[in-house]
């Protein structure tokens, strides 16, 4: 309720003068004054009689003067309580601290402090590994020269083991894809994923603000369907331990491929699976706080079609599909003559290859060159690196039906009617004369 209905509902002796007073929060002392004043005075004699008056402890207009002059000639270059002091001891000025920083900060001689950070707490680490994957890429001049890099790392945040570690030239979809699969198919499965909101991650729709859930990216979309959580970092702090564990890397890395005489990017991947992410593991790692493990061994044989870049298009009238200046010819398929008009997925695949699909159904396969794999007679699944035939075949097994809408291919038009009953056949007129035999329908006559 408003104030004036307060006292009026005091006046009208629907409440007692002693509940408006505890109802508006004031003493009783305070409610007989504003009574008084009411009474005498009406509504506006309720209004604050300091409205408009000079406060008295207003500071006089020449000792802010004399403060600002002294810190501008004389002490310019003292911090804010070593200033107070001054001003206190050998000016005889007695303002307080807080009025002399808003004073100062006011006339823009001292820059405003800096909100103060908000104060964290230490996040404990996942009891079991496989609970909670790091990923992040960092970018270094990791060969000692004037060559930029990204290393691509996977951590647990349970044990801080390596999973994977690779130098690639640039942190993409494409390369985050193969850090991915590679430790689902060493490892299994894990819960969670946490990382930063790169695009490749997440879709921001404002900068520096919260990711959009509804929105996947080709990365979010295989997790998804993998069953894999995926956690976005809103500050470098958040990701605190994939941090530090760059702060490593970057102080190890570059002096060890310098040692090993190392300077180009395949050798530098193959000194890291092959010696130092071992020797890394055996120095940093940490045991779990909890036995077992959080991994799980996945049954999906539909790894390769999982990992890959799709993107729809509606095929042309001359049966090709296209992305910017790449085109595909698709080619007759079995079970359709002509696919225009059609909507098909197109899979760039992680060793460059491309697949095109129309439903659950394979209706291209092409080379990273852009050439149809027509030669052979090998079933192997694209983006192995052998050409087998273009033909449409339904996997279901290698096709996940949760990225793909089944095909809405019409039933035959060859029915088979069930036979009639004899009564149903006397009650039937009498047939016309037969057809020739060359227009006759290719179900025949009714019997």
Excluded at 79 to 103: D, P
Excluded at 353 to 381: C, D, L, M, W
């Amino acid at each position: 309720m408003k104030l004036q209905d307060v006292m009026l509902k005091a006046m009208a002796k629907k409440i007692t003068w002693w509940s408006a007073a505890e109802i508006i929060g004031v003493s009783d002392r305070t409610m007989r004054r504003w009574r008084e004043r009411l009474e005498e005075h009406g509504y506006s004699g309720l209004s604050d009689r300091r409205k408009g008056k000079p406060s008295d402890k207003r500071v006089p207009l020449a000792t802010v003067e004399t403060v600002l002059r002294l810190y501008q000639e004389t002490y310019y270059d003292l911090n804010m309580r070593h200033f107070h002091e001054k001003l206190r001891e050998l000016h005889g000025i007695t303002l307080s601290y807080t009025w002399v920083q808003k004073a100062l900060q006011g006339a823009g001689l001292v820059a405003r402090r800096g909100k103060r950070a908000k104060h964290r707490r230490r996040r404990e680490p996942r009891p079991m590994p496989g609970m909670l994957l790091h990923i992040d890429g960092s970018k270094h001049q990791w060969f000692c020269d004037e060559r930029w890099y990204d290393l691509i790392v996977i951590l647990d945040d349970a044990t801080k083991e390596i999973y994977y570690a690779q130098l690639v030239e640039e942190e993409s979809t494409l390369t985050v894809m193969v850090a991915l699969r590679t430790v689902i198919e060493s490892k299994g499965l894990f819960c969670a994923m946490y990382s930063d909101r790169g695009s490749h991650f997440f879709v921001t729709v404002k900068a520096g603000g919260k990711v959009d859930k509804n929105r996947l990216t080709q990365v979010g979309r295989a997790m998804k369907e993998l069953g894999v959580q995926m956690i976005p970092a809103y500050s470098p702090q958040a990701r605190g331990r994939s941090e530090r564990s760059f702060g490593t890397w970057q102080g190890r890395l570059p002096q060890e491929l310098r040692l090993a005489g190392i300077t180009t990017l395949d050798e530098a991947n193959a000194f890291l699976n092959e010696r130092y992410i071992a020797e890394f593991n055996d120095k940093f790692t940490v045991p779990a706080k909890q036995k077992g493990t959080a991994f799980r061994r996945t049954s999906r044989t539909d790894l390769n079609w999982v990992f890959t870049v799709q993107t729809e298009r509606v095929v042309d009238k001359d049966n090709t599909v296209a992305i910017g200046d790449q085109s595909w010819q698709l080619e007759k398929s079995r079970f359709r003559h002509s696919l225009a008009g059609s909507t098909v997925t197109i899979h760039q695949h992680l060793d460059g290859e491309v697949s095109i699909r129309f439903g659950p159904h394979v209706v291209g396969r092409y080379t990273a060159a852009g050439e149809n794999q027509r030669a052979g007679g090998s079933r192997n699944k694209p983006g192995r690196g052998k050409a087998g035939p273009v033909e449409a075949v339904e996997n279901h097994k290698a096709v996940s039906h949760r990225s793909h809408r089944p095909l809405g291919i019409p039933p035959s038009r060859d029915f088979h009617f069930p036979a009639a009953t004899t009564a149903t056949r006397q009650a039937l007129p009498k047939p016309r004369k037969p057809r020739s035999a060359s227009r006759r329908g290719s179900s025949g006559a009714i019997n």
